[in-house]
């Protein structure tokens, strides 16, 4: 137990140190490419930050694990926006642009409905996943030619990067190298103390898993939030919410067909519902104020406390 434990640490360690390297160069190569902060935060951040959970669920379907697989999914993204999002909030109010109200978080939407009813029935098929996987190729093509023809330029304060581009694609493969190592390291000791605490492996998906694997999002957004940088942070956080549904679960799915039965319902309504009330709190003077942070922070707590209530 302590060395599944230890090991468990360590890997989330890891995961933290390559989402970093990850997020650094692919964000030094698209600043070169003059692409503005919020479709930073939107695309190459985010799905930076959600390369974890790329990996670890990828490895968990691999494995036959398909609850480990799909509750770091709904899990991350519950945690995304009830933990990450309602910190970054009562850090620095966060100040939402007009296209997140209008096409971001509409899209983001979108998706986690579809993901809801695909999954009722605790199965994702091929044909579901290839459709998830042309969405997060078509949201990402338009962000970027949406950004060029309306978006602001590239913030020059983020440019302080290194210069040469091999220096980036280096900081990229061995990013994404630590993150393959780590991540079969976290699903095989996350998986060891389930069954030692008496835990299905959804729940070990749903909260350490999860939470684990979203601690990329959580440092990006949290230092940008308090360099006050709310495009990154907002982007980041609902960039990371459509990745993980579309790129995903799109991949997992198409790569073997996933069987979850231990996710109920309840778990896709919780994420349903966190994503829905984002949408009245940016609309309400098109930010997220300190308390509704609060909120957002307490909806995770009361769903925590369900989850685990047969446990604590």
């Not at 009245?280 to 930010?287: A, E, N, R, T, W």
């Amino acid at each position: 137990m302590i060395t599944s434990l230890t090991l468990l640490i360590l890997s989330l360690v890891a995961l933290y140190i390559g989402a970093g390297w990850l997020v650094q160069g692919s964000s030094a190569l698209a600043l070169k490419a003059k692409v503005s902060p919020l479709v930073i935060g939107l695309t190459i951040v985010a799905f930076g930050t959600s390369a974890p959970e790329l990996v670890v669920s990828l490895n968990a379907t691999l494995s036959g694990q398909g609850d480990i697989a799909i509750g770091n999914i709904v899990g991350s993204n519950i945690f995304n926006i009830g933990v990450i999002l309602g910190v970054s909030a009562t850090i620095c109010p966060l100040q939402v642009k007009k296209q997140l109200l209008r096409i971001d978080i509409p899209v983001m939407l979108a998706a986690t409905l579809l993901l809801t009813v695909l999954f009722w029935n605790g199965t994702l098929s091929r044909v579901e996943g290839f459709f998830f996987l042309a969405g997060i190729i078509v949201y990402t093509l338009f962000s970027l030619f949406y950004s060029r023809k309306h978006g602001e330029g590239p913030n020059l304060e983020l440019e302080e990067q290194p210069k040469h581009w091999a220096v980036d694609t280096l900081a990229i493969i061995g990013g994404l190298a630590v993150l393959v190592c780590a991540s079969r390291l976290l699903v095989d000791n996350a998986v060891s103390i389930a069954k030692e605490l008496g835990m299905s492996e959804a729940v070990i998906g749903l909260t350490i898993v999860a939470a684990g694997t979203s601690m990329p999002e959580l440092a990006t957004s949290i230092v940008a939030a308090y360099k006050r940088k709310t495009d990154i942070t907002i982007g980041n956080i609902v960039g990371s919410s459509l990745f993980n549904i579309l790129a995903i679960a799109g991949s997992c799915s198409l790569v073997h067909p996933i069987e979850a039965k231990n996710v109920n319902y309840i778990d896709l309504l919780v994420m349903l519902a966190i994503s829905v009330l984002l949408l009245p709190l940016v609309k309400s003077g098109q930010k997220i104020s300190r308390t509704e942070g609060f909120v957002l922070i307490l909806f995770y707590v009361i769903y925590i406390f369900w989850l685990l209530r047969d446990t604590i």
